[in-house]
């Protein structure tokens, strides 16, 4: 059972390219997330899909979009890539709203 | 809008002594409070959930709804609970939004 998979795990850019972080779950699992991690900053939502077909800004959607595919998967583009989007990325699933999130094991994307 | 605090970025204790991780929360609504955990080299995983009441580890939270916190405790710290430990919140509509605290980093000395 391989859960939340994210590709790629790692990726260098160079400032103004594109790129698409994709993220694919097998549970069946109605709501998707995306969030960023940097250090002390903890981990913020970037954006959320609470269902097929619809998707939500969250704390720091500023210079990202997502695409809700399908049930399984949930993207997330950098249209024109800048340093301070260096970080890890990790996207979650989860059944419910106020079930358990499972994580994918985070990308690490830098920008130059 | 809800927001996640954790006051505290590092707590170091000594193997076998208490240890308490704070989490305070700003919500209109009612939430639905959780503990997660990176280990080291590992995904992101739940710890537990307010809803639950139970004990994880020999961890226990408790929702303080007066006091808007739901802090983490565990009376005798192990050197496997050293580990990066978020307090989270679930709201909006349906609770469908997940939101973090900046985390805290547990270092259990032997």
């Known amino acids: 059972n391989a859960g939340v998979t994210q590709t790629p795990k790692f990726q260098v850019l160079k400032t103004g390219q594109s790129m698409t972080l994709q993220c694919a779950q097998d549970?069946?699992?109605?709501?998707m997330y995306w969030y960023r991690q940097d250090p002390g900053m903890g981990l913020r939502l970037i954006y959320y899909?609470?269902?097929?077909?619809?998707?939500d800004k969250g704390e720091v959607p500023n210079g990202y979009n997502v695409s809700r595919l399908n049930k399984r998967e949930f993207s997330l583009r950098l249209e024109s890539a800048a340093p301070s989007q260096t970080s890890v990325y990790f996207c979650a699933s989860r059944l419910l709203g106020v079930a358990e999130a499972f994580f994918g094991q985070g990308t690490r994307l830098t920008v130059v | 809008a809800q927001r996640v605090t954790q006051p505290e970025k590092l707590l170091s204790v000594f193997k076998g002594a208490p240890v308490e991780l704070k989490c305070n929360y700003s919500y209109s609504g009612s939430p639905e409070l959780f503990w997660y955990v990176q280990y080291s080299r590992q995904r992101l995983q739940l710890l537990l959930r307010h809803i639950s009441r139970e004990s994880i580890k020999g961890f226990t939270a408790d929702l303080n709804k007066g006091e808007t916190s739901f802090h983490l405790k565990k009376p005798f710290a192990q050197e496997e609970d050293s580990a990066m430990y978020y307090c989270?919140?679930?709201?909006?509509?349906?609770?469908?939004?997940?939101?973090f605290g900046g985390g805290t980093r547990v270092l259990v000395k032997p």
């Open positions: 899909s609470a269902s097929e077909g619809t998707t």
């Open positions: 549970m069946n699992h109605n709501s």
């Open positions: 989270a919140l679930s709201g909006g509509a349906a609770g469908n939004k997940l939101t």
